[in-house]
């Protein structure tokens, strides 16, 4: 059976899977109230993570980062991740956590940074930017379906137009990227 997956949106579709996850964005770091609890039920957490391109104190983020992968960690979730101008230390935190996997969400990194990040079995997930940046489309390209996620986040697009997309830029019939996908998120959630 056909199913396509939305690792990440804002605006879900009952056809479409899509993960529940809970988490405090790098955003909020300085009005945070991490509470263990409030992670019950949640299938990931998310969107967690580092944003250097915003005014929040780096310090707060990175306590509240280190506070949620503990949690994920312990809790055995996986993590999707916001990373925005932070590639490096985003790996140098993550390096101390025995995690079930880390899906960087909304990635526009290099083909080089999507290589160390495979390399250390991470997840990449994209979405509509790979129209508008070379760039990421070339790490799109590079990113073995092993590792591939797709999502829609804010974009107005529909996930099957952003599945179009992205098969288009790799090259690859969609049937193909559909089936890689459904692999990897029945791995990680164990459906």
Same mark, same amino acid.
């Given at each position: ?87 490096a230390p985003t790996l140098e935190i993550l390096k101390n956590y025995h995690l079930k996997a880390v ?5 526009? =990194? ?5 290589? @160390?990040? /495979? !390399? $250390? =079995? ?5 979405? @509509?930017? /790979? !129209? $508008? ?59």
């Amino acid at each position: 059976m056909r199913r396509l997956i939305d690792i990440h949106t804002h605006n879900p579709h009952p056809e479409v899977t899509s993960p529940m996850m809970v988490g405090i964005h790098p955003w909020d770091a300085e009005k945070a109230e991490l509470q263990e609890q409030m992670f019950s039920g949640a299938e990931a957490i998310g969107e967690i993570g580092l944003d250097y391109a915003c005014d929040v104190d780096r310090v707060k983020q990175k306590e509240l980062f280190r506070a949620q992968l503990a949690i994920a960690e312990k809790m055995q979730l996986p993590v999707v991740l916001h990373c925005v101008r932070a590639f490096a230390p985003t790996l140098e935190i993550l390096k101390n956590y025995h995690l079930k996997a880390v899906i960087f969400h909304g990635f526009i =990194g290099s083909k080089e940074q999507a290589a @160390e990040a /495979v !390399k $250390r =079995g991470h997840f990449l997930s994209f979405g @509509e930017s /790979v !129209k $508008r940046s070379p760039k990421t489309a070339v790490a799109l390209q590079n990113t073995p379906l092993e590792n591939l996620f797709l999502e829609t986040d804010e974009s107005t697009l529909s996930i099957e137009e952003i599945y179009s997309i992205a098969a288009e830029i790799r090259g690859e019939d969609m049937e193909t990227i559909i089936n890689a996908i459904t692999n990897n998120y029945d791995r990680l959630f164990q459906l």
